[in-house]
């Protein structure tokens, strides 16, 4: 191999400069030579002043800024046990459309591979012809590569501290265990930190901002795009304390097992704030997701037995938490949804046998909980529902608003449910949703109620509480009633009407099996005066004697606007 024809070879015997033979690469010793002081141990730094190979073990420093190379590669480390000190100087290249363009064209999230070709271009690449451990990078800013960092075959690699702005793809570790990347920004970038196909591994206290470009997975649709954080093909990853916005997606998971999601904070990406795509036995827990422009805060898709768990997630587009496409098996607990642009919570297309437990859901626009085309067999528990608003364009073109909604599925099991001061429905289920138990659902405080109580009757339309229990089918719930409201302990035949303007369609109900205690065992024996037909809306009596205390319900004071 030809000496570099930088090398200038002098008389001086004592001012020779010789290239540094390390494992077959010749390295210039302008490009890497003994520093002043020690590194990392008992380690001497080895100071690299331009694009080199590193080969052998050690600790090296970027003793300046290495800028606008045209190298496939800047800095190769092909050796274990070396860590690289950038000391804040930035490694950068020539921004190359040619190389940019195709990567952000790419339609298969897998085909984008640091040693495809097509994409050779690091400013700094680790293991790329051997495996390699103990690789420790920091300090760095990293600009206009399509790669900024890229580790491949690594064994306990470590990025930190790093800053990689305006490339391809900003940090990425592939096919490698044990690693981590902490305290690092990816920005501007195509892809801010992707992990694919790596275990035990981990993203910690980063910030990744304003990769908007478009990473599509294969088998879905542009809409289920990444760009912030992208997990692929993983397991026993954990994304902690970290901040992503405004990027394409937020966080991403794609065909990973075994791995946790929590307390990051999330806003103004443009898809989805978490998305979960083929996902399984992942744990999204303790994050402020808010302010996704086009889609839901949290989403889980054909994903299964995964935890959504005491999360705040505000003011999102769409719904707040969204488990569709067959997503099963999943348990969203203990989250606060507050004012987002559809539902609180929304299960969705065929997603069955989820969990859906203690959910406190405040002024989201549709409903709190809505579950919608075969979504069938779900349980939901425990949750409060809370000042429903209606008014979003789906509601208008719908016609109805909802603390709980359910269309086209059946065979839910609603029990111990609280709604209050909801605008539309308390609960309203529609078009064949069929066999779905209720059992402890408590209507508080409908703010259509009247202000006062007609003269001489026995019950109130005001600050009323009731729990009630049924089976539903083409069910509306409210607590509206009107003075025309008779029954044989209250007047003749036992049907309540419809009171409101404009009037709405809807058969009388009779109401049978009525307990002491108010609650109507089951509606669908109705009789003859409430046979059901498709969006039928039942209308149940609240006698005053029957009235609880209100429970308050409030948001919590780690909701911060």
């Not at 080895?46 to 800047?74: A, F, H, M, W």
């Not at 265990?177 to 591994?201: H, Y």
């Not at 409101?500 to 369609?505: G, K, S, V, Y």
């Amino acid at each position: 191999m030809a000496l570099p024809s930088r090398l200038v070879w002098q008389p001086l015997v004592v001012s020779i400069l010789v290239g540094l033979v390390i494992g077959g690469s010749i390295v210039p010793s302008s490009a890497l030579a003994p520093g002043p002081g020690e590194g990392a141990g008992s380690q001497q730094a080895k100071q690299i002043l331009s694009c080199t190979t590193i080969s052998e073990p050690g600790y090296y420093v970027v003793q300046s800024n290495i800028t606008n190379r045209s190298e496939d590669s800047c800095i190769r480390i092909e050796a274990s046990d070396v860590t690289l000190d950038a000391n804040g100087r930035t490694i950068s290249g020539v921004q190359n459309e040619t190389l940019l363009e195709p990567f952000r064209n790419a339609t298969n999230a897998t085909t984008v591979n640091p040693t495809m070709p097509d994409w050779v271009n690091h400013g700094v690449v680790v293991g790329e012809t051997t495996q390699v451990s103990n690789v420790t990078i920091s300090n760095l800013i990293v600009t206009d590569w399509t790669y900024g960092v890229a580790f491949l075959n690594v064994t306990r690699g470590t990025v930190r501290d790093v800053t990689a702005e305006r490339n391809g793809n900003g940090i990425a570790f592939f096919q490698s265990t044990e690693s981590a990347v902490s305290g690092s920004t990816a920005a501007n970038n195509t892809a801010g930190i992707v992990l694919q196909r790596v275990e035990d591994t981990s993203i910690l206290k980063s910030v990744v901002e304003n990769n908007s470009e478009e990473v599509v997975f294969t088998g879905w649709t542009p809409e289920n795009n990444a760009a912030g954080i992208v997990v692929q093909n993983a397991q026993n990853v954990t994304v902690a304390e970290s901040r992503a916005a405004n990027n394409s997606a937020g966080v991403t998971l794609y065909r990973t097992t075994d791995s946790t999601v929590t307390e990051n904070t999330l806003y103004q990406n443009t898809n989805d704030g978490i998305k979960l795509l083929d996902t399984t036995g992942v744990t999204v827990s303790e994050n402020d997701v808010r302010n996704t422009t086009t889609y839901d805060g949290i989403q889980l898709r054909n994903s299964s037995e995964n935890e959504v768990s005491r999360n705040i997630v505000r003011f999102n587009s769409l719904s707040g938490i969204s488990a569709t496409d067959g997503s099963e098996n999943n348990t969203i607990g203990d989250n606060h949804l507050v004012q987002n642009g559809l539902n609180g919570i929304l299960v969705f297309l065929n997603s069955t046998n989820n969990t859906v437990t203690e959910n406190y859901a405040f002024e989201n626009a549709h409903s709190g909980i809505a579950l919608v085309d075969g979504a069938d067999e779900n349980e939901l528990t425990g949750n409060v529902i809370e000042n429903t608003t209606g008014g979003d364009p789906f509601s208008t073109q719908a016609g109805y608003t909802a603390g709980i909604v359910i269309n086209q599925s059946s065979n839910n099991l609603i029990v111990d449910t609280v709604t209050r001061n909801n605008i539309g429905w308390a609960f309203y289920s529609v078009d064949n949703a069929s066999q779905n138990a209720v059992r402890n659902f408590t209507i508080a405080r409908t703010t259509r109620l009247n202000t006062t109580s007609p003269t001489g009757k026995n019950f109130t339309w005001v600050d009323l509480t009731e729990t009630v229990s049924f089976v539903s089918r083409d069910v509306g719930v409210d607590i509206n009633i009107s003075e025309s409201l008779t029954d044989p302990e209250y007047g003749e035949s036992g049907l309540i009407e419809p009171d409101w303007e404009p009037a709405r369609i809807g058969p009388y109900l009779r109401v049978t099996q009525a307990s002491e205690d108010g609650r109507i065992a089951d509606l669908s024996q109705s009789g003859s005066c409430g046979q059901f037909r498709p969006r039928t809306r039942w209308h149940l009596r609240i006698p005053r004697q029957l009235t609880k205390p209100i429970p308050t319900y409030g948001i919590q004071s780690r909701i911060q606007t």
